[in-house]
């Protein structure tokens, strides 16, 4: 009995809670960016590899306008729209061409567009990372640490903008485009449903949402060129572990996998933390391939 | 009547002994311009030509998995760094250095790496492969960056380049011409070695898989295994590829672990051409060629990979074959 009682009174209860609500907090910005990864890829078989530079990108847009309008919610708003246009154009040019081909050519093609964007990133904006400052300065004492406000604020504005896009699947008339052309392409196109709009559409939105999560992640660290590939490579990490395609078990593994990675940070170097997300892919791919919020197809 | 019988298979046989012999003829010449060139040209390009073949070597153990067996890998940087790193093991403890130790320890690296990510990642297909092996090739980049006590961390190894020796026979420094021929003796035999192997029976088998899995399971081949082995042997020529720039650049750093290595790789394979094998040697060397030439044109600070990548995207959309496409059917008979 006293070693058990030893044993619990060694695991740091203030830690453990501290870095749940750190977890829930980058969870909620991870399941922004890999809803649009997921839905992109459920819609039209397309891994995007420039998802990442797209939130970078989207980081960026709002530091300059940021910085020229002082306004952090324009900055948002307007990024968000910005990269949405840039996004559709990107997929008219580059991905368009390539429907029809073995999903492996848009890998590659989304590949090519990440290098472009992330070179241009570092030649425009230089190596020394930007930052938009906290749009709220207040925060709340929790235990010993001053915990900002704002980060309670993305949490809640992620999951609004999650909601928002599960309401516009299900009721606007463009959701249910959406929807049909998931389920059947050609079935979609036959009834009058403009296939190659919606593909552009569901690209845009994708961009769109990933632009707005760079926004919001952005007054929490830097912004800079590499910040797209840590991202890009969770959301992969969380779209593979929560089921391709997946929107809410895309949602569920980016809180789960978020979650292991700050209790991780406790014990380990946050370099390190991340093999812990590695590990919990790993054991997905051994025991449940579909996703571990999947049923196994028999 | 009776002689068009006799015509014909002596015709079909001297199609294929003039395509044989047309094809090793070939082979020879650019040989010999690569075994001739390090002799004429100054010291830069000749490091620049052995760097590129190292590179090629890099891209043509890939393309045995994307241009032969269909699964695009997204992480050989792993098996090169592993590689390298092996190289750097076996140059940094053994004293006095030498080479096929580090070739060795080097080979036992990357075929470490790619029987763990072989295993778990030819349980997918497609994307999921190419997904899979780019986090795979992370892990290994993440391990060697924060284990800083035995793989230097982001400083990386310095060690000494080991002299060519073959035991008790020859025993003398590099120069860079007769590193520049080593690494070309193996790059050749390497060639040779992958060509025998696609055109084997297992290289048939693993062409069925890319043509279509299910069948190929159907008929009773072991797809699984066929695949695993397939990972191995290419992240093994992979590792070769490591420990020849380990020697070439005496030392190790992780930035070759990072996946940027594993997309240059691929990048390689489509604008050579994939399925070719000599086609991403030509793809790495145009690669090389175009990136010394834009940051001379333009100064070091270019970014070099705009322009290479938009021409990497227009040639997916326009010209997913490659370079070398157009001889793919004449290089594989």
Known sequence: MGTVANFLHAIPLDLIIIQTINGVVTGMILALIASGLTLIFGIMDVVNFAHGELFMLGAYVGVIIVAVTGSFWLGLIASALIVGVFGAALQIVTLRPLIGRDPLNTILATFGISLVLQNYALWQFGPVSRKIPDPMSSSFTLFYLQYPWYRIVIALLSAAIIGGLYLFLKYSKFGIWIRATAQDRVMAQAMGIPVPLVYTGVFAIGSAMAAASGVLFAPTTGVDHTMGLDWVLKAFIVVVVGGMGNLGGSILAAIFISLLESYAAIWLDPSQAVIVSFVALILTLLFRPTGLFVATPK | ?333
């Open chain 2, 1 to 333: 009547m009776t002689t068009a019988p006799l015509d014909k298979p002596m015709q079909i046989g001297k199609a294929q002994l003039s395509h044989t012999a047309v094809f090793w003829i070939g082979f020879c010449v650019i040989l010999a311009v690569l075994i001739v060139a390090p002799l004429v040209l100054p010291e830069f390009w000749r490091r620049f030509l052995t760097e590129s073949l190292i590179w090629g070597l890099l891209a043509m153990s890939s393309d045995l998995l994307i241009g032969y067996a269909g699964m695009v890998s997204f992480g050989h940087s792993a098996f090169f760094g592993l590689g390298m790193y092996g190289a750097a093991a076996a140059l940094t403890v053994i004293t006095p250095p030498n080479l096929w130790l580090a070739i060795i320890f080097g080979l036992v690296g990357s075929g470490v790496a790619a029987l763990f990510v072989a295993y778990f990642s030819t349980r997918l297909r497609d994307i999921y492969f190419a997904i899979t092996t780019l986090i795979f090739s992370q892990i290994f980049y993440v391990i060697i960056f924060t284990w800083t006590e035995v793989t230097g961390g982001e400083n990386g190894l310095i060690f000494d380049r080991p002299r060519l020796s073959i035991p008790f026979v020859y025993n003398v420094r590099f120069t860079s011409t007769t590193l520049h021929w080593f690494v070309l003796a193996v790059v050749a035999g390497s060639y040779l070695f992958l060509r025998r192997v696609t055109r084997s029976p297992f290289g048939m088998v693993l062409q069925s898989i890319r043509e279509n899995e299910p069948r190929t399971l159907a008929i009773g081949y072991s797809v699984a295994r066929y695949k695993m082995v397939a990972v191995m042997l290419s992240g093994l020529f992979a590792g070769l590829a490591g420990v020849l720039y380990a020697v070439q650049n005496e030392f190790a750093a992780p930035n070759f672990v990072f996946f940027l290595t594993s997309g240059e790789t691929v990048i390689y394979n489509v604008i050579g051409g994939i399925g070719t094998l000599v086609g991403p040697i030509v793809g790495a060397g145009f690669f090389q060629l175009a990136r010394e030439l834009l940051s001379r044109l333009f100064g070091d600070q270019f970014p070099y990979l705009i322009p290479l990548g938009i021409v990497f995207i227009a040639m997916i959309i326009f010209l997913p074959q490659g370079i070398l496409g157009f001889a793919r059917r004449w290089l594989n008979r």
